[in-house]
Each structure stands twice: as structure tokens, then as C-alpha cells.
């Protein structure tokens, strides 16, 4: 069965130099615009309880697809057939009036979500106890920091269950406790066979939750299919651009809590887990700039993790990239089988050993991250903590010096 259906749905936008060429364009009859497409005609059909990864560079046509999917934009081509009820979370303040308190924020997007009101109050325990904002519920929204808008709306969108989920970079706004909880949402969408269009430039979160991805370019589809090769494929249309560097952090990275918000106790956005403290080593050395040998250097990592008891045990990952960003290699507990343990206090200490490292010459970062039990959601991460500086010996070409074996013998014929 299917969820949606784009038939040669696009949208255009007329764009004018002036604020009088539009009403000269209609006194003259002669055309004084351009027009852009933000999505050209696309053919798209979306079956039911898939989940759709949608990719690309900013201004590629992402959150306009969405909004033709939640009507809230019209195609200017084509047409948007949608079974089944929406819940969208596509942009800040959409359906909200930032004048009016929270509790009567809900009612309203429910009336615009076409909810009942005795539904809507049915639900709205449920949905104050996920939003977390306390007493902030009968305050003005226009008082509500960012991130507490964003658990109200998350909330208000998901707890009608709506068949159709469509999100749009909604869960890179908000605390690390929240974003858990609405990832663990998420994936109770899933579980339960709903259909989700998942927009994000989290790659790795896109492959790792979705079925289907599909790549927008200019307004176009530039890919789609099963999402290791179209993120593959977008990765290496990335590879040209040049990306921002960062500084190298110090020896240890401690991780600083984020910055409190107004509203809720600062205990509410705590982050269910984070890391202590990552030291990087080679050969006994310990620094932020390490030098290493080719086939002789052990790189190691040290991690020290708190985690709250009511959480399952985490998980970790580092990965080692180039200094223009593109990872080399990678290695994760869960991936590798490893449980991670912690003791009564929440804390917990992984060591991860590359013996004999096979990098060639070259300059290289190490990242380290700690994730959830499914090696999905980020808790903290410690970006560039340390650089290293890899030396070798001979003319061997390319990343890495693989393991091989050589046959030679005289050729009788």
C-alpha cells in the first residue's frame, strides 16, 4: 500500500527585483520575475511503514518536499496524494501563535491537525509530561527558549500517532535527555510500522535508521535507492568541498555540560551520558600532536564515561579522518561485540588499542563519540582531540599499508 504519491509535484517560486514589478507586471502584462525551482516536477511514492531518508545540500529541495507532503505548501505542478493522517515537525513556530501560553498552543495545533479537543485534552498529561517545561506550559510561548519550543512541538506532533511522522532536522534542537527521548520515539514509529520521512545531514543517523534514502540536488533527484550507496555517493559529491577545520583539542577533552536554559530545572537537561575524559597516546606518548611510524606505532585510546543508571549500558566509537574530513577507519564496541560496564557511581573506563598502525604519510584526527545501546543516538563526542602526524618508510602510495603476501618463481612455460 502506499503512504505517498508525488505525480510530477513541483513548486516555483516567482522572485522580483522591485516591490512595484508585481503590480506592474499585472498593469503591463508583461512578465517582470524570475523563477526559481525550489522542487522541480518529481515523481516519488513512499509505501506504507517505510522509512525515507531525505539528503543534500542546503537549498537542494528537502524541507520543500516535506511541506508539500504536510500541505502546507501547494505544488505549483503536479499533484501530493497522502493516505492517512500527518504529523509534522518541519520548522520552529509552525502552527504556533507566539502570544499565547503553551496548554493553549496544543489545542490550537490539534484543531489544526484536525484532532478533536476532547482527544486533544485526553492527551495533553501525556504530552506535558514528555515536553518536561513544568509550569512554563501556561506562560506565553514567546517567553519559551529554543529548545523548549521544540519539546512542546515534538510532543504535540507525535502523540496523536500520527501515520505519517515527517521531520525535518527537528532533533538537532534541545538537550541531550530530550533528544533520547525522541529518539527512542522514533523508533517506536518504527517499530510499530509507521510511515517517517527522516530529513538530516547526520548521515551517519540516516543510514542507520532508514530503509530507503533518496539524494535532492538543485530541486532534483540525484539518487535513490538503499541508503549505503546513495550516502556513499553523496559523500563522495562532498569530497570536492572544502570543510571548516577545527582546532585540535587538548590532551584530555572533558566535555562541558551545555549551556542551562530558562524554564525547567537544570537537572532536566542533563545529559543521560557523557564523557569524562579521552586521552590519546602513542608508544607511551601522550599528547594533542602525536607522531607515529607506519606499521610500528600502537595508537591508543582512553576513555572515561558517566552514564545514569536508568539507561542501558552505552556504547563507543572512534574514528580516524583526514584533516579535510573524510574518515580513513572506524571501530565500535557494538559493532566489535564489546560491552561496556560501569559501576555503581554511573562511571565506566574503554581502552581501544590500533596495534601496529597501518596508516601511510599523512596528517590525521581522531574523533571519538559515545552513543546509545543501538550505536545510533550521540550522547557526547569529543571532536579532533588529538592530530597525528604519521611517518613511513618506503614509497608505498594511498591511506593505508595492507597486509599482503607475494608468490615468485620462474615462468618454465
Not at 498593469?27 to 522542487?39: G, S
Not at 502546507?72 to 502552527?95: I, K, Q, Y
Not at 557494538?334 to 581502552?351: E, K, M
Request: charged share 25%; aromatic share 6%; glycine share 10%.
Amino acid at each position: 500500500m502506499t503512504a505517498i504519491r508525488l505525480a510530477g509535484a513541483g513548486r516555483t517560486y516567482a522572485i522580483y527585483s522591485h516591490p512595484f514589478d508585481r503590480l506592474l507586471e499585472i498593469l503591463t502584462k508583461r512578465p517582470r520575475r524570475r523563477e526559481i525551482d525550489a522542487l522541480r516536477p518529481t515523481d516519488l511514492e513512499v509505501p506504507k511503514g517505510q522509512v525515507l531518508g531525505l539528503i543534500g545540500s542546503n537549498g537542494a529541495g528537502k524541507s520543500t518536499l516535506l511541506k508539500l507532503i504536510a500541505a502546507t505548501l501547494s505544488p505549483s505542478t503536479g499533484e501530493v496524494r497522502v493516505a492517512g493522517s500527518v504529523g509534522a515537525l518541519l520548522e520552529l513556530g509552525g502552527g504556533f501563535h507566539p502570544d499565547m501560553t503553551g496548554r493553549d498552543n496544543v489545542f490550537l495545533k490539534g484543531a489544526i491537525m484536525g484532532v478533536p479537543r476532547e482527544e486533544m485534552r485526553s492527551r495533553y498529561q501525556e504530552i506535558t509530561a514528555f515536553a518536561g517545561i513544568g509550569d512554563f506550559m501556561d506562560q506565553p510561548l514567546k517567553t519559551y527558549s529554543s529548545g523548549m519550543f521544540m519539546r512542546l512541538a515534538f510532543a504535540v506532533a507525535t502523540c496523536v500517532e500520527p501515520d505519517i511522522l515527517l521531520i525535518d532536522e527537528a532533533l538537532s534542537v534541545g538537550d541531550g535527555a530530550f533528544a533520547r527521548k525522541s529518539f527512542d520515539r522514533i523508533m517506536q514509529f518504527k517499530a510499530a510500522g509507521r510511515t517517517i520521512l527522516f530529513c538530516s545531514h547526520s548521515l551517519y543517523q540516516v543510514e542507520a535508521i532508514c530503509d530507503r534514502v533518496v539524494w535532492l540536488d538543485r530541486g532534483a533527484v540525484r539518487g535513490d535507492g538503499e541508503p549505503a550507496a546513495v550516502v556513499a555517493a553523496y559523500n563522495d559529491f562532498l569530497d570536492g568541498k572544502s570543510r571548516p577545520q577545527e582546532p585540535v583539542a587538548a590532551v584530555e577533552a572533558v566535555a562541558a555540560p551545555p549551556e542551562p536554559e530558562a524554564g525547567p530545572p537544570p537537572s532536566s537537561g542533563r545529559r543521560p551520558a557523557r564523557l569524562h575524559r579521552v586521552k590519546i597516546s602513542a608508544d607511551g606518548v601522550v599528547g594533542p600532536r602525536l607522531t607515529l611510524r607506519t606499521g610500528e606505532s600502537d595508537l591508543e585510546i582512553q576513555c572515561e564515561f558517566v552514564a545514569d543508571s536508568s539507561i542501558a549500558n552505552p556504547t563507543l566509537a572512534a574514528t580516524i579522518a583526514r584533516t579535510d574530513g573524510q574518515v580513513v577507519c572506524s571501530a565500535g564496541s557494538r559493532n566489535d561485540g564489546v560491552v561496556l560496564d560501569r559501576g555503581a557511581n554511573g562511571r565506566g573506563r574503554v581502552g581501544l588499542c590500533f596495534p601496529r598502525l597501518a596508516l601511510l604519510k599523512g596528517t590525521y584526527v581522531v574523533n571519538v563519540y559515545l552513543l546509545c545501546e543501538h550505536a545510533i543516538h550521540c550522547y557526547d563526542k569529543a571532536l579532533m582531540v588529538a592530530e597525528l602526524q604519521v611517518a613511513q618508510k618506503g614509497l608505498e602510495q594511498g591511506l593505508v599499508s595492507l597486509p599482503r603476501q607475494w608468490q615468485v618463481g620462474p615462468d618454465d612455460g
